[in-house]
């Protein structure tokens, strides 16, 4: 039997319920985690920590708001509570332009309010996760954690203003905690290509063709390929990477 990549480590993984937080969680109980879950849709969360458990791995859902400081904390107190330590977390939940009605807007075109959100989401709810668990793992002397950052964190993409303008700060975000916990906490970021996910459903409606002309592999991304770069940032193979931006995009980038 080949070695479990994540054998017995405790994994936190935001936006659980489906896309790519759910394809991770599935793949990390298969490599040997016990995972905490936690997700805004506390019936998609439920389900997605049913999966794993009935796939033969160990799982509990423990919904937050992940915008709320005081939630976040106690959302990952309670994960530690449970099973005693946290040895590795994937922030990953976020929100696309187009899923809160922004699809389609240039940059002087956007609602506050929805930037407001995107900002909160997308950005904020990755510091507010790093906070809590950074002091967890600093405590414990090891961890690792991902962030879901994005190809619009690395370039621009016309509008996805808010979108665009969190993932790059979560890259930023990144790169100053890897510093910072260097070398008790080993930080990265993944940057997924366009992925077969909600998340992009308004994109792929608008510009389905044009996003495919790009993609040398000739199609999207399946949440599993994302999964398995997550995976493999959290374990201990990945020793030596930090502060790393991970691209999964079927060489979209590179053209």
């Not at 905490?36 to 506390?42: F, K, P």
């Not at 374990?235 to 995009?249: I, K, L, W």
Request: glycine share 14%; aromatic share 6%.
């Amino acid at each position: 039997m080949p070695e479990l990549l994540l054998d017995g480590k405790v994994v936190l993984i935001t936006g659980a319920a489906g896309g790519i937080g759910g394809a991770t969680a599935l793949l990390a109980a298969r490599e040997g985690a016990r995972l905490a879950l936690t997700d805004v849709s506390t019936d998609g969360l439920k389900a997605a920590a049913e999966q794993v458990r009935a796939n033969g791995g160990e799982a509990v859902a423990l919904p937050a708001d992940l915008t709320d400081g005081g939630s976040v904390d106690a959302m990952v107190a309670a994960a530690v509570d449970h099973y005693g330590r946290l040895d590795g977390a994937f922030n990953n939940a976020g929100v696309s332009g187009g899923q809160i009605g922004q699809g389609g807007r240039r940059v002087g075109e956007w609602d506050e309010k929805a930037f407001d959100q995107a900002i909160a989401v997308n950005l904020k709810g990755v510091w507010l996760c790093l906070r809590a668990e950074l002091k967890q793992m600093e405590a414990q002397g090891v961890g690792a954690i991902v962030n879901t950052a994005s190809l619009a964190g690395l370039t621009g993409f016309k509008t996805t203003a808010g979108y665009s303008a969190a993932k790059h700060g979560v890259i930023g975000l990144t790169k100053t905690a890897a510093i910072e916990y260097a070398p008790t906490v080993r930080i990265n970021a993944v940057c997924p290509g366009y992925t077969d996910t909600d998340l992009m459903k308004d994109a792929k409606a608008r510009s389905g063709d044009t996003i495919m002309a790009r993609i040398p592999f000739a199609r999207l991304a399946q949440p599993g390929d994302i999964a398995e770069m997550a995976v493999w940032l959290l374990s201990e193979r990945a020793g030596y990477a930090t502060g790393g931006e991970f691209v999964v995009d079927g060489g979209y980038m590179a053209g």
